[in-house]
């Protein structure tokens, strides 16, 4: 189907000159937080620098954010599983006097395209899920500490925490005043975590949602919205005890020092992204992005402190980091990219061995990080609102935590026989413990427990095929695989595929993939993913919102909005 | 704020000079479909009349739907429950040759308001979740026999089936072509249910939900998509030997003769409608409409054989079936609401009668029947997309099923004390086992459950209450209701409640609404309504679906749409 010529309005501008959002950065050049580790206390605090915005045309007032911010807040996390590991609790805290944090900035918001703001709240939502990661299976409890307003996606944060303290001042408040200010829902989770997490009863919930300036005091505490007030003069010292308490709780047992996460080697050119181990390859004519990972060229280290010496550059470390870094520059930067095909190139059976060091050295603190690591980067795979497709092709090396990939996929094609005048090994896959447990999706299961959850049979027999070489023929006898071609249909049939699957409307991909992806349980994750995100796209996307005389548009005018009344 | 001139496009008008869409109905008024029972197995033929559509402006070819096809087919379900207690098992067939049924009707979409199609889909929804829970909690198996194609809503109809057949002729497919063809997503849990029904691996479901033709034969056997593929010259008589099969399994044990659904009492006038129990006042200015119920003027019957005799006309079943109507005509006709006010008059101790004799008899059919009748009653409110507020004032009567009402509205207001020169009883709730059971919200849980996640024991304080006379500061400190003004705030206290909660855009409160209401675990259903239909309502607002250029407006016309090709 043809292309719009008014489809692709720019996005507004990026301040000082960038091309593209990136999501890299390092404590040394954080303009937005402070990170200071304290024995086993780490303390971030927001201070949001006005003029630091990541576009033009908005200033970042009163600790707003936006995505800049909060990639400066998910790089200080990962400084705080790798670089410190003795860090056993982490204060959030702001910077500013009288204010907590007013959220996500509106302004930035009303002027940002409708897939940057869908794609920013996605960030957001991860980010927040990773604060509860970095407790639940890191043992770095949070507590947020509220000496002022946390308004909006400044409350959200609060609630991404295990304890949240508020100021009792007679001022400082929380609130989620974005249904009645800005005709929205609170874009990172606040619905759900009010309801599921605080479990606060609905029509108190209800209240809280449609009170513009918020709840304080001890209302806040008996409705379970703050977990305790303190007032100003015990406030510093009530949050170190606080932190001293958690601290001892932590079942973090790691000592120091960490592995330092230097910067990722990697090229942009015109057509694609270079990086040490991983190559995304743009086709714009097709829009399909093709990200090719390569496997180990080393055998794994021979010990612990091997593995500390290699730090950032082990192997399975160095490929999460940059099939990470690929996936959220294609979502945030390649909006036409409607598909990303994954490749890779190497030897299976070293991609095993790898897997076997890290089994064997499960308990140690690093390596349980870079299992943790993988298994966020997997669920950023699966929440990517592109259509996904695993090429499985001979060569390859989908072993182990890179057999997730298919699994991870829309469609999974594999290669039967060989290639002819091609002396590569034929396509193979092999299974290894790290596909039966390490990584859940959000749904809380496996991808093969999710892709089998008509008959536990099928899982219990692919569970027993690990270790062995699984070709073609036997991967779709197993249901591993969606389809597999020889050469005589293969280039054909991906062709086709992927030309069929480009024609078809994005909006109703989005909407397809977000309903299948997701079998089986829903948990916390999933229900803001799933449905806290699609209410939020719907409503961003109506003139009640958007529009001339909608509530976005006409923010800080002094104009009121004007409303189609009508329900649906 | 200000209402927009604007905002009230007239809806397209209704065929044949109505007003108003009516959900009342009867077998011998369909147009569409016919009943037919034998012994215990029903037989359901969808035969839909082209020229019966409800609107003007399209023919209904190829048993394609729209709301007045489906509300027929609600209406048959209700009468297998009421009027054939001895029916097992309903077969679900087409009775045009080589096309069981196209799904609901293109132009009906495409002309359609989106409000209009938005709470079609909730209703076609709940008449499929009814055929599931007809099988579920009456025992009448449903049975789908499909002998030509099967496409979108028409497989969605199939998937609500116990068992799918479909002849195996080598033309007739099941298919959902909804993204494909029109750039949408299906809107009656398709892929809900082909995700987590039929547990459809996710990618068959991802090649099958995007192939406009449709999977046949073996394969949609294989694939999950079907239970069994049967020869043409078979079909009959496998349809029949199989529907003697699932009515030997039902539990269904009740005997003939059921009740009579005779007419309702009803009388539409400008400002509102008069039922024998139900009172629906609107105020059109405030955008607001009143639902008054009113209690039993009689005790309840002294035995079954009188309730037998009372039929439809007993309390509990009259209110439930006025209820029901009255919420519907204003979901679908009364798009301007914005909110649903919850009044009762009536002695308590006489709901609280009426619960006893329903407890004493629950194992009798029709009373279990009546106590079903209910549960969907009471989760169409749950899911109605109007915000709902109980006023429990004196000479109310919530007591029993009753007081679920408020506890399915956003907020509750509970008159404290006496209001001056009123010498009503003070207002009071009577919990009964009816609000700890027998109607699980979408969630699989109760209201009170629901409401009080957090804490158990809060639940338990309420179940330790039952039976009890339970005033307003009881009630307060129970957290059984939200505000307790007093007959000094009383007045302001809702008309300020009420003139804020409209001023609110109308799409957020569905947002908020739709994600506050459900807490706790997730199931089939309240997937379909969270998650599906919250990215359905999106995608049908978005240009690539409804814009000029878009799939919906261009669909039949020859012009491929065009797409804004950017991914969300």
Same mark, same amino acid.
């Not at 409607?338 to 030897?347: H, L, T």
């Not at 990584?439 to 496996?446: A, H, I, R, V």
């Given at each position: 189907?043809?292309?719009?010529?008014?489809?692709?309005?720019?996005?507004?501008p990026?301040?000082?000159g960038?091309?593209?959002?990136? &999501?890299?950065?390092?404590?040394?050049?954080?303009?937005?937080?402070?990170?200071?580790?304290?024995?086993?206390? @780490?303390?971030?605090?927001?201070?949001?620098?006005?003029? !630091?915005?990541?576009?033009?045309g908005?200033d970042?007032?009163?600790?707003s954010?936006?995505?800049?911010?909060?990639?400066?807040?998910?790089?200080?996390?990962?400084?705080?599983?790798f670089?410190?590991p003795?860090?056993?609790?982490?204060v959030?805290?702001?910077?500013?006097?009288?204010?907590?944090?007013?959220?996500?900035?509106?302004?930035?918001?009303?002027?940002?395209?409708?897939?940057?703001?869908?794609?920013?709240?996605k960030?957001?939502?991860?980010?927040r899920?990773?604060?509860?990661?970095?407790?639940?299976?890191?043992?770095?409890?949070?507590?947020c500490?509220?000496?002022?307003?946390a308004? !909006?996606? !400044?409350?959200e944060?609060a609630?991404?925490?295990?304890?949240?303290?508020?100021?009792d001042?007679?001022?400082?408040?929380?609130a989620?005043? +974005?249904?009645?200010?800005?005709?929205?829902?609170?874009?990172?989770?606040g619905?759900?975590?009010?309801?599921?997490?605080?479990?606060?009863?609905?029509?108190?919930?209800?209240? &809280?949602?449609?009170t513009?300036?918020?709840?304080?005091?001890?209302? #806040?505490?008996?409705?379970?919205?703050?977990?305790?007030?303190?007032?100003?003069?015990?406030?510093?010292?009530?949050?170190a005890?606080?932190?001293k308490?958690?601290?001892?709780?932590?079942?973090?047992?790691?000592?120091?020092?960490?592995?330092?996460?230097?910067?990722?080697? *990697?090229g942009?050119?015109?057509?694609?992204?270079?990086?040490?181990?991983?190559?995304? %390859?743009?086709?714009?004519?097709?829009?399909?992005?093709?990200?090719?990972?390569? =496997?180990?060229?080393?055998?794994?280290?021979?010990?612990?402190?091997?593995?500390? #010496?290699?730090?950032?550059?082990?192997?399975?470390?160095?490929?999460a980091?940059?099939?990470?870094?690929a996936?959220?520059?294609?979502?945030?930067n390649?909006?036409?990219?409607?598909?990303?095909?994954?490749?890779? @190139?190497?030897?299976?059976?070293?991609v095993? %061995?790898?897997?076997?060091?890290?089994? @064997?050295?499960?308990?140690?603190?690093?390596?349980?990080?870079?299992?943790?690591?993988?298994?966020?980067?997997?669920k950023r795979?699966?929440?990517?609102?592109r259509?996904?497709?695993?090429?499985?092709?001979?060569?390859?090396?989908?072993?182990?935590?890179l057999?997730?990939?298919?699994?991870?996929?829309? *469609?999974?094609?594999?290669?039967?026989?060989?290639?002819? =005048?091609?002396?590569?090994?034929?396509?193979?896959?092999?299974?290894?413990?790290?596909?039966?447990g390490?990584y859940?999706?959000?749904? !809380?299961?496996?991808?093969?427990?999710?892709?089998?959850l008509?008959?536990?049979?099928?899982?219990?027999?692919?569970? @027993?095929?690990?270790?062995?070489?699984?070709? #073609?023929?036997?991967?779709?006898e197993?249901?591993?695989?969606?389809f597999?071609?020889d050469?005589?249909?293969w280039d054909?049939?991906?062709?086709?595929?992927?030309?069929?699957?480009?024609?078809?409307?994005p909006?109703?991909?989005?909407g397809?993939?977000?309903?299948?992806?997701?079998?089986?349980?829903?948990?916390?994750?999933?229900?803001?993913?799933?449905?806290?995100s %699609?209410?939020?796209?719907w409503?961003f996307?109506?003139p009640n919102?958007?529009?001339e +005389?909608?509530?976005?548009?006409?923010?800080?005018?002094?104009?009121?909005?004007v409303?189609?009344?009508?329900?649906?």
């Amino acid at each position: 189907m043809s292309q719009s010529p008014h489809a692709h309005a720019p996005e507004r501008p990026l301040a000082n000159g960038q091309t593209r959002i990136d &999501f890299q950065t390092a404590p040394s050049r954080y303009r937005h937080w402070k990170l200071a580790v304290d024995g086993d206390v @780490a303390t971030l605090v927001m201070d949001v620098d006005e003029r !630091g915005g990541l576009f033009e045309g908005y200033d970042l007032k009163l600790n707003s954010y936006d995505l800049g911010v909060d990639i400066e807040l998910a790089d200080a996390l990962e400084r705080l599983r790798f670089e410190h590991p003795q860090v056993r609790v982490a204060v959030l805290r702001s910077g500013k006097p009288r204010v907590f944090c007013a959220g996500s900035n509106i302004r930035m918001l009303a002027g940002a395209s409708h897939a940057h703001k869908v794609n920013f709240c996605k960030f957001t939502n991860e980010t927040r899920n990773g604060i509860e990661d970095l407790s639940e299976n890191s043992g770095v409890a949070t507590i947020c500490a509220i000496n002022g307003a946390a308004a !909006g996606g !400044g409350y959200e944060l609060a609630l991404a925490a295990d304890h949240i303290m508020l100021v009792d001042d007679g001022s400082s408040t929380v609130a989620l005043p +974005e249904l009645p200010l800005l005709a929205v829902l609170p874009g990172t989770g606040g619905h759900t975590r009010v309801a599921d997490k605080r479990k606060v009863r609905r029509d108190h919930a209800d209240v &809280f949602c449609t009170t513009e300036e918020g709840i304080k005091g001890k209302r #806040a505490v008996e409705w379970r919205l703050v977990d305790e007030v303190v007032p100003g003069s015990k406030f510093d010292q009530t949050v170190a005890a606080r932190a001293k308490e958690f601290a001892a709780k932590s079942r973090r047992d790691a000592q120091g020092p960490g592995i330092t996460l230097g910067p990722l080697t *990697r090229g942009f050119t015109a057509s694609g992204v270079d990086y040490s181990l991983v190559s995304v %390859a743009f086709d714009r004519a097709s829009r399909i992005a093709t990200i090719a990972l390569r =496997g180990p060229e080393a055998p794994p280290p021979a010990s612990i402190d091997a593995l500390m #010496a290699l730090g950032a550059e082990f192997w399975p470390l160095e490929l999460a980091r940059e099939l990470d870094d690929a996936i959220l520059n294609i979502r945030l930067n390649e909006f036409d990219v409607a598909a990303i095909v994954f490749k890779s @190139a190497g030897d299976p059976a070293e991609v095993v %061995a790898y897997e076997h060091f890290l089994d @064997a050295n499960k308990d140690h603190w690093l390596v349980h990080e870079i299992r943790n690591y993988w298994k966020r980067v997997l669920k950023r795979v699966d929440l990517t609102s592109r259509s996904l497709v695993t090429l499985i092709e001979p060569g390859s090396c989908f072993a182990g935590t890179l057999a997730e990939l298919p699994f991870a996929s829309d *469609r999974s094609y594999m290669f039967l026989g060989a290639r002819e =005048g091609d002396n590569k090994p034929p396509a193979t896959l092999i299974l290894t413990d790290a596909n039966f447990g390490p990584y859940p999706m959000s749904n !809380g299961l496996t991808r093969l427990a999710s892709r089998f959850l008509a008959d536990p049979a099928d899982l219990a027999a692919a569970q @027993a095929e690990r270790e062995k070489t699984i070709d #073609a023929a036997r991967a779709q006898e197993l249901g591993l695989v969606t389809f597999t071609p020889d050469d005589i249909d293969w280039d054909d049939e991906v062709r086709v595929f992927l030309e069929e699957r480009t024609s078809f409307s994005p909006d109703s991909l989005t909407g397809l993939e977000a309903n299948l992806r997701f079998a089986g349980p829903e948990t916390m994750e999933s229900k803001i993913f799933a449905r806290l995100s %699609a209410w939020q796209n719907w409503i961003f996307q109506r003139p009640n919102a958007i529009g001339e +005389e909608g509530a976005l548009k006409r923010y800080g005018t002094g104009q009121k909005p004007v409303f189609d009344t009508r329900r649906v």
